[in-house]
Nanobody
């Protein structure tokens, strides 16, 4: 059973930065593609960024050039460095992975960007 625990959210002014962390346990982290998703109030959850076991990355157009996803396999942790934050980045951010055809989600961490 994979468990994902996010941390690092908070309140930041527009233009500021935050780094989110997602610590994984109970699985084979280093083989899994890890993803960050977000859900803003009244909107559908959307994929923000992903990183494969080979460290290939993919980003939503809305965050390209501002967010960086990375992973530390020794710590079973994936990170999301968020720079130049905008009010529209306000959302609950979730970590996700798929292992053995089962989808696992973290509990989410709130990011609020004030204008």
């Amino acid at each position: 059973q994979v468990q994902l625990v996010e941390s690092g959210g908070g309140l930041v002014q527009a233009g500021g930065s935050l780094r989110l962390s997602c610590a994984a346990s109970g699985g084979i982290f280093r083989f899994n593609t890890m993803e960050w998703h977000r859900q803003a109030p009244g909107k559908q959850r959307e994929l923000v960024a992903s990183i494969t076991s080979g460290r290939s990355t993919n980003y939503a157009d809305s965050v390209k050039g501002r967010f960086i996803i990375s992973r530390d396999n020794a710590k079973n942790t994936v990170y999301l460095q968020m720079n130049s934050l905008k009010p529209e980045d306000t959302a609950v951010y979730y970590c996700r992975c798929i292992e053995h055809y089962t989808i696992y989600w973290g509990q989410g961490t709130q990011v609020t960007v004030s204008s």
